[in-house]
């Protein structure tokens, strides 16, 4: 498996490495960091601090190159991990869903500010672009993460896709890696017929797996049930399979995305 992770050497930045590191020691991964810059003023988010050259270095590109090896040496666990760093200039989001396809990237870990950032941040930005339109699985990471767990992930369905065969892969490796219990949440808005443990033999049938909950809601609204059972579980991560047009769009459409997505201290894995 190989792990791409977006790098602007920040408190957000640090957290996405720190996660990837031990993501990548238990799937055997190799991790590439990648750091796009400009020469010219940037927005706020990924890629977007520029530093004056100095005259110890001839170029943009020398000076990145340093401050990313500087900024790894913080790191002693890559020193048991296969990766490498890249430095790239131009548009960041551009950089990064071309060599997600170049080097055939199977997930995406970003760390980003969380709660409490600036009205807007999420809107038109690099996390919110990339998160849409790379086509591998992201992994989100709020910089206000305590303490990494992966034991209690969490997968919202709605009745399109609740017995998914495929775009699962990464989750699947998550959870037999970390040994995870994997609680189903199911919202719907109409009074069908859903048979838990149905659901639960699909998954133990098709995917090898043992520990499975399944939890139904069809009252109230989406992101109050999904937040609170969230809190009620101590869940590690919320699993989310980006489609359009169902109630997944709805927890990834903007308003909801900087509720559930960025602003969550609980991980999320956008699963595609």
Not at 170 to 198: C, G, K, M, T, W
Request: aromatic content about 10%; glycine content about 4%.
């Amino acid at each position: 498996m190989k792990i791409l992770v977006p790098i602007d050497f920040s408190q957000s930045s640090k957290t996405g490495v720190e996660y990837a590191t031990k993501v990548a020691e238990s799937l055997n991964s190799e991790i590439i960091f990648v750091h796009a810059y400009s020469q010219g003023y940037q927005y706020a988010g990924y890629g977007a601090i520029a530093y004056p050259v100095s005259d110890n270095f001839g170029s943009y590109q020398e000076l990145y190159k340093e401050k990313m090896l500087e900024f790894l040496e913080n790191f002693p666990r890559l020193a048991t991990i296969n990766y490498k760093s890249i430095i790239a200039s131009g548009i960041t989001s551009d950089i990064i869903l071309q060599l997600a396809i170049e080097e055939k990237v199977n997930l995406i870990i970003m760390g980003t500010e969380g709660a409490g950032t600036v009205e807007g941040y999420v809107a038109g930005t690099t996390s919110e672009k990339i998160s849409k339109d790379v086509s591998c699985p992201v992994l989100v990471v709020s910089e206000h993460l305590e303490t990494f767990s992966i034991k209690r992930i969490c997968l919202a369905l709605d009745s399109d896709n609740l017995r998914p065969d495929s775009k699962l892969n990464v989750l699947i490796d998550l959870l037999r890696a970390f040994n995870a219990s994997l609680f189903i949440f199911h919202f719907s808005e109409s009074d069908e017929d859903i048979n838990e443990q149905e659901i639960r033999d699909h998954y133990v049938e098709n995917f090898n797996l043992k520990d499975i909950s399944v939890h139904l809601f069809s009252e109230g609204k989406a992101e109050e049930n999904i937040t609170n059972f969230l809190n009620e579980n101590a869940i590690d991560i919320l699993a989310l399979l980006y489609r359009e047009h169902n109630f997944i769009e709805q927890l990834t459409e903007l308003g909801l995305r900087r509720k559930m997505i960025f602003k969550s201290e609980v991980p999320v894995l956008i699963l595609k």
